[in-house]
């Protein structure tokens, strides 16, 4: 399952993070270390920070979007203290490592860290299933890039030592095949066309809308043949 779980880091400005990020990473028995668009890398420091963790770093995928990072995961995760208008859900950092790891043992996982002076901005939260929050003081609540990914993993790895996996199930009991992000995005995409096609969205202002409806596709937890569906629906609209 380690695996299956990826570490995302969006335009890291000190390479320093990058290698304290894949330390903590090895600490905690993962080893997927994907970098959106980092200002410094290759970077000897990088390799310096990582200690013996040093494979993690080389071996990190390297793309200029968010959308490539995460476009074959079923569950994306964005760490993020802020509170947002039209939010994704929002679970704290023990929350969504329990539902890891009892939903998610045979799907592509990401958690999505944001720049180390501004996090996560807008729509890149809107591209994550849930926002995940650690439960920080109120007054004091910016964490570093490296010890906020060591607190993540560190709650991964404990919900890995003391729960049984357990597989997301339909109320059939059989395993259900959830859509992945980029299906999701295809999805929104596509409906967000047809709404300004009939009429239904104004093109001046469409965010908040659009927002909405990932808000209410996100607590349903689709899955492909949902997804399919849906967009065999809107094709058929625009038919007519």
Do not use: W
Request: hydrophobic fraction near 45%; proline fraction near 3%; charged fraction near 25%.
């Amino acid at each position: 399952m380690n695996d299956k779980i990826r570490i995302v880091l969006v335009n890291p400005s000190h390479p320093g993070n990058i290698g304290a990020a894949a330390r903590a990473m090895k600490n905690m028995g993962l080893r997927s270390l994907y970098l959106v668009d980092p200002q410094k890398f290759p970077h000897p420091e990088a390799i310096y920070r990582a200690s013996r963790a040093d494979g993690i770093v080389k071996n990190a995928v390297v793309v200029q979007t968010l959308d490539e990072a995460i476009k074959n995961c079923v569950y994306v995760f964005g760490a993020s203290t802020r509170d947002r208008v039209m939010s994704s859900p929002v679970l704290n950092v023990r929350e969504m490592s329990e539902k890891i790891i009892n939903e998610c043992a045979d799907d592509e996982v990401a958690i999505v860290f944001g720049r180390e002076r501004t996090g996560l901005n807008d729509a890149e939260i809107r591209r994550c299933q849930y926002q995940v929050k650690i439960p920080a003081v109120e007054d004091y609540s910016s964490l570093n890039l490296a010890a906020a990914v060591q607190v993540v993993t560190y709650e991964l790895r404990m919900a890995m030592l003391t729960q049984d996996v357990v597989l997301a199930k339909d109320n059939k009991g059989e395993s259900v095949d959830l859509a992945t992000a980029g299906e999701l995005e295809g999805l929104y995409q596509h409906l967000e066309e047809v709404m300004a096609e009939i009429g239904f969205l104004n093109t001046n202002k469409p965010r908040m809308m659009m927002s909405r409806f990932r808000k209410i596709f996100n607590h349903a937890e689709l899955d492909k043949e949902d997804v399919n569906l849906l967009r065999g629906m809107l094709k058929r609209i625009l038919a007519f």
